[in-house]
């Protein structure tokens, strides 16, 4: 049984430019969270979809940031225009049910230049 | 608003010994989840252990075991016979029941280092 899935494992952009990352969870989870870990603090929750659905995007940005997660497919977290400060790691996590336990992807870590 | 605190931002033991990590929450719900993760260097997040809040029982995995105190919103990891391979940040994470809005609070973690 493979685990959450998430590529690229590590991506590079110039300012301005587009991040595209992507999450394919564990094979029963229809939940996905996507979490942002700035160096030396924890993770910080993003978004939370379930299929063809944004649950809860409160900790997202509210510009350049979006999210999807598509009947067919896997999870989305697209970032336009990145800048220097969003760089980071972005982790991805499923669950089969809303309180069941999360298990986490490897992460992409995105440098901006 | 939920928070999750963890005091000690580096502890440092010799292999083989016992060792405690400590997390306080705050919030107003009654229903909620608790979780310990790892995250070696690899980078990795790993389950260590999960507690129900509804449980009085302390959840236990192996080596791993949680002293839960929900009036003091205290829940504590201990590692007993600590291993080199326990070497990690440790991140104590909250989730409040029904519905899993807002996904998981971590605390800024403890870096765990286990002396040979």
């Known amino acids: 049984n493979a685990g959450v899935m998430q590529n690229p494992r590590h991506l590079v952009r110039r300012r301005g430019q587009e991040a595209r990352l992507r999450c394919s969870p564990m094979k029963g989870h229809s939940h996905v969270y996507w979490y942002r870990q700035l160096p030396e603090e924890g993770l910080k929750f993003m978004v939370y979809l379930q299929k063809e659905n944004i649950i809860d995007e409160s900790g997202m940005p509210k510009e350049r940031f979006s999210a999807e997660f598509p009947k067919e497919g896997p999870s989305i977290l697209r970032i336009q225009q990145v800048v220097r400060g969003d760089s980071a790691a972005y982790f991805c996590?499923?669950?089969?049910?809303?309180?069941?336990?999360?298990?986490f992807g490897p992460g992409t870590r995105l440098t901006v230049l | 608003a939920q928070t999750v605190t963890q005091s000690q931002p580096e502890m440092s033991v010799q292999e083989a010994e016992t060792v405690t990590l400590s997390c306080t929450y705050d919030?107003?719900?009654?229903?909620?989840?608790l979780f310990w993760y790892k995250q070696p260097p690899s980078r990795q997040m790993i389950l260590v252990i999960r507690q129900e809040a509804y449980k009085q029982q302390n959840a236990t995995e192996n080596r791993f075991s949680v002293n839960f105190q929900k009036a003091a919103k205290s829940f504590s990891l201990k590692i007993s016979d600590s291993q080199l391979g326990d070497t990690a940040m440790y991140f104590c994470?909250?989730?409040?029941?029904?519905?899993?809005?807002?996904?998981?609070?971590f605390g800024k973690g403890t870096h765990l280092i286990i002396q040979p």
């Open positions: 996590a499923s669950s089969p049910g809303a309180t069941d336990t999360q298990y």
């Open positions: 994470a909250f989730i409040r029941s029904g519905g899993g809005a807002d996904g998981l609070t």
């Open positions: 919030t107003s719900e009654n229903n909620y989840y």
